[in-house]
């Protein structure tokens, strides 16, 4: 049944048919006509930003969040491309969400239109620009459809004012749910169970989609079936309980030690992750000559695209683990068993030891002031409360935070997974929309905060009751520290020059605390370890959103 009404109209009546509760916008003069109708749509929560990469970061947690696309409507094209580099981490880790801007009438070709789906076509799944009315039913359609099937990622709609002011005859039906469990290759299975069985060493590495599969009761099922260690790649999920004593937390290969536990190995299953990607240049090949690899994934290309791969697998990451598991369990002798037994023990106590180690290693500077980033995280994961989420941007105190910070299941922490900075305080906030009965805990690195510092004015005008935790260094502390490894292991140099006092202190430190109260939100500076936990609790009993800022060492 068609109903006449205008473009904008028709918009608006697909975002209520697919669902969508927020906007998460900054929009200009050619937004006029979207803006104008939503007096007649209160079921639409708008959350005005004044920067762009603020509306992204929140589109983007809020679509990890519900598990959906996401809506974001920026503003012709120098709004949309100040969204770019957020839109392209969405598209680089699969988040879905349709990304939209308006644009001049078509008329004036002649004058200064930009071809909007052009612009942002290289980092979107599917980009497209209409310029009358009556497409818009369809491509709305047919952009969630896009945006929430595998792999997911951003898809673009652009709106000439003709298609938005114009009038036609609209079928409104929405998309629906893509059923897309992609089942393993049985002779995959087989090739990988057989390396398995004959495997003496082994480690099990997961990454993001592990958890957007829902594939982490898997995971921790294949690891105690097999007695191996697992680490978790460069991610923002959780893809593994952190608590689970056969875990080891992130494998990076910035870090030399970490590096070298792949020479030891001769088997690596790797599942939900790019394998071995990083910025540094390790060689065309990381693993050595007699370690085999095992790469289940569910997106086309990604099993054996960086890394030689002798099983690579396309599957769904839960099936793909649950078929390895059910080719291995009627092959394993008592003999086999009782080692795997043995191994999950030796791995257990091995693990205890790592992270105890790892404790005692920060010990030297406890108590010194300004605080260790060990410090602080301790005592504010001791604060924290048990139904919190953590949002983590805290950049090159990642690792930290990770060993500090237990999470169970996905949504736990909830860290921003792109490789810009500049996302950690919209996805606080996005976080907080999607999750209104639980504390959201932004802990985000002072330099990627002043990305987009504007986000504290959405949050106190929006009265968005999430916690901003600024790990204030007064740094740029991630390019010193990898400055720190591109001298000593990609140059090889013995001692590291005076270069990287590029990297050091800001000549004016930050007061996030002031700049926090000038846009309306409550903040406090904390200089002390036993000032966190009283601030935390006050922070956290305000109605709106608080900030605490957070005096820390920034020395390597």
Avoid at 286 to 308: F, Q, V, W
């Amino acid at each position: 049944m068609t109903t006449e009404m205008t473009g904008k109209q028709a918009l608006l009546e697909m975002l209520k048919a697919e669902g969508v509760e927020y906007i998460f916008g900054n929009p200009g003069t050619s937004e006029g006509p979207i803006i104008d109708m939503l007096g007649d749509y209160p079921e639409f929560k708008y959350i005005l930003t004044l920067q762009e990469s603020v509306a992204v970061g929140m589109g983007e947690a809020y679509a990890r969040s519900t598990g959906k696309a996401s809506f974001v409507s920026l503003h012709v094209d120098s709004g949309l491309a100040n969204g770019i580099a957020l839109i392209l981490d969405a598209y680089n880790t699969g988040t879905p969400m349709v990304v939209t801007s308006a644009n001049y009438d078509v008329r004036k070709i002649n004058e200064v239109k930009t071809d909007l789906a052009e612009l942002v076509r290289p980092v979107t799944k599917w980009a497209v620009e209409l310029s009358t009315p009556d497409q818009i039913p369809s491509v709305i359609r047919r952009a969630f459809n896009e945006a929430n099937t595998h792999p997911k990622g951003p898809v673009y709609v652009g709106f000439t004012s003709n298609a938005l002011e114009g009038i036609a005859n609209m079928n409104l039906v929405p998309s629906t749910k893509v059923y897309s469990d992609v089942l393993p290759d049985p002779a995959g299975i087989t090739a990988a169970t057989e390396l398995v069985l004959n495997s003496n060493r082994t480690i099990l590495m997961v990454g993001d989609r592990v958890s957007d599969d829902d594939a982490i009761d898997s995971a921790v099922s294949l690891a105690e079936l097999l007695g191996v260690p697992v680490y978790q790649s460069r991610g923002a999920e959780v893809s593994f309980p952190t608590t689970h004593p056969q875990f080891f937390g992130s494998l990076s290969l910035r870090v030399s030690e970490q590096r070298s536990i792949l020479e030891r190995v001769d088997l690596v299953i790797a599942v939900g992750m790019d394998a071995f990607e990083e910025l540094f240049y390790w060689g065309d090949v990381i693993l050595g000559p007699n370690t085999k690899l095992i790469h289940i994934d569910p997106i086309p290309s990604r099993a054996g695209r960086s890394e030689p791969t002798d099983v690579p697998i396309l599957a769904n990451c839960k099936t793909g683990i649950d078929a390895l598991i059910s080719s291995i369990k009627p092959q394993l002798t008592e003999s086999l068993i009782q080692v795997n037994q043995e191994r999950i023990t030796a791995i257990a106590s091995e693990s205890k030891a790592s992270k105890a180690s790892f404790h005692d290693s920060m010990q030297e500077k406890w108590d010194h002031i300004p605080m260790t980033p060990a410090r602080m995280l301790s005592e504010l994961a001791d604060a924290i409360p048990d139904n919190a989420i953590i949002v983590d941007d805290s950049v090159s105190s990642r690792t930290v935070l990770r060993h500090y910070f237990n999470a169970a299941k996905r949504g736990d922490i909830r860290g921003y997974r792109g490789q810009s900075i500049g996302g950690g305080i919209g996805c606080t906030m996005g976080t907080q929309c999607a999750n209104p009965d639980r504390p959201v805990i932004g802990i985000i690195g002072d330099g990627s905060a002043m990305m987009t510092i504007q986000g504290l004015w959405t949050a106190a005008n929006d009265k968005i009751p999430c916690t901003f935790v600024i790990c204030n260094n007064g740094m740029y502390r991630v390019l010193k520290a990898n400055f720190n490894v591109y001298q000593k292991d990609v140059l090889k140099l013995e001692e590291t020059s005076g270069a990287n006092l590029l990297y050091s202190d800001f000549g004016v430190p930050f007061d996030m605390a002031a700049i926090a109260e000038s846009m309306g939100v409550p903040s406090q500076r904390i200089t002390r370890p036993e000032q966190i936990k009283p601030a935390l609790e006050q922070a956290l009993a305000t109605q709106g959103p608080a900030l605490l800022d957070m005096i820390i060492d920034g020395s390597l």
